[in-house]
């Protein structure tokens, strides 16, 4: 058995299993006889709980890493499933809530901004219905009380009785499910947000910043595909076409590529894009829907009416019968 044992300016020993090993910790003029003493009448529960501990190391070094496809697979799972949770317990708790964003990571089941915005980890989704619950009601509290006082849990548990059980769950549990996730949250500034919000869905960059509100437009496609909508979405932030898109929440709807509208690059890579993946209507003999770049602007009643600028359109980039880039 691994044994360390730390001395310090305490008053009782007391044993604890950190990382599969059994640690002691005893006041500076214990003896080895007080320790082993200790040891004795504790030996039911540190036997147990080591064994319990060093099953659980070695399950982590086992355990099956996820690929990115499967972290992409429980993220979209969760953004059915979270939300509608959110959506359920707010009124309950009698609070407002901000954005909803997915994350996968290694070191938090959810957090609550000061403004109200939730962020939850995507590997809820392979612990039970009740831990993802006590994991939304937590953090829903929050919007309550922005600390872990005895006010907080009372409001915790007046809406969730059940909370401290699943939440030994996940203390139990948790860190094999995190040890999961094979990489720490990636670095690359072009990692993607999947925001879900007000009927949309968008993947946002942090190059998303490089939009001007004032030149910043879309070129759309509507789809009937929702599976195919959130590809070609997340594909085209993935693969850096545009910084920024998004598509109805829904069955059908509209995919929207965000650019600046003077970003000829930017055109140029989003046109390819569309032909690529078939994002344009063709006619019956094969001619190219003349489809137009939109700018935000012009969707918004404001300052900037329709008038502000010509419209911009396929042809002036691509011949539409024969595809030739004109640019
Ligand atoms: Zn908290």
């Known amino acids: 058995m691994e044994l360390e044992i730390i001395r310090s300016n305490r008053k009782s020993i007391g044993a604890e299993i950190k990382q599969g090993k059994l640690l002691i910790r005893a006041p500076i003029q214990a003896t080895n006889e007080d320790i082993n003493n200790f040891m004795l009448k504790n030996k039911k529960w540190i036997e147990t709980h080591l064994a319990e501990a060093q099953a659980r190391e070695k399950a982590k070094e086992s355990y099956h890493k996820l690929t990115a496809e499967e972290v992409r697979a429980l993220a979209n799972k969760a953004l059915e499933v979270i939300p509608a949770r959110v959506k359920y317990y707010a009124p309950l708790i009698g609070v407002t809530y901000g954005r909803i964003t997915i994350r996968n990571q290694k070191s938090k089941w959810g957090s ?92 946002i960059t942090k190059e998303a910043r490089t939009l001007d509100e004032h030149k910043c437009g879309k070129w759309m496609y509507f789809f009937g595909d929702k599976a195919f ?97 004109k640019v």
């Open 229 to 325: 909508a959130a590809k070609v979405c997340r594909e085209a932030v993935e693969t850096r076409v545009v910084a920024e898109s998004k598509h109805t929440d829904g069955p059908d709807g509209v995919c929207c590529f965000y650019l600046n509208g003077d970003d000829m690059e930017a055109h140029k890579r989003t046109i390819q894009f569309f032909l690529d993946n078939d994002l344009i209507q063709k006619t019956k003999t094969g001619r190219l829907y003349n489809i137009s770049f939109k700018y935000d602007d012009q969707t918004r009643a404001g300052e900037y009416g329709d008038a502000f600028r010509g419209k911009i359109t396929l042809d002036q980039f691509l011949d539409l019968n024969t595809r030739a880039w």
């Open 112 to 203: 609550c901004s000061s403004k109200g915005n939730l962020t939850f980890n995507c590997l809820l989704m392979l612990t039970p219905p009740e831990v993802i619950d006590s994991v939304v009601v937590h953090e829903l509290c929050h919007r309550k009380e922005m600390n872990h006082s005895d006010k907080f849990y009372a409001e915790v548990l007046r809406v969730f009785p059940d909370y401290w059980k699943w939440d030994k769950w996940l203390k139990d549990n948790g860190d094999i499910l995190m040890a999961m996730m094979s990489n720490p949250e990636p670095k690359d500034p072009n990692k993607v947000q999947v925001i879900k919000q007000n009927g949309w869905v968008f993947y």
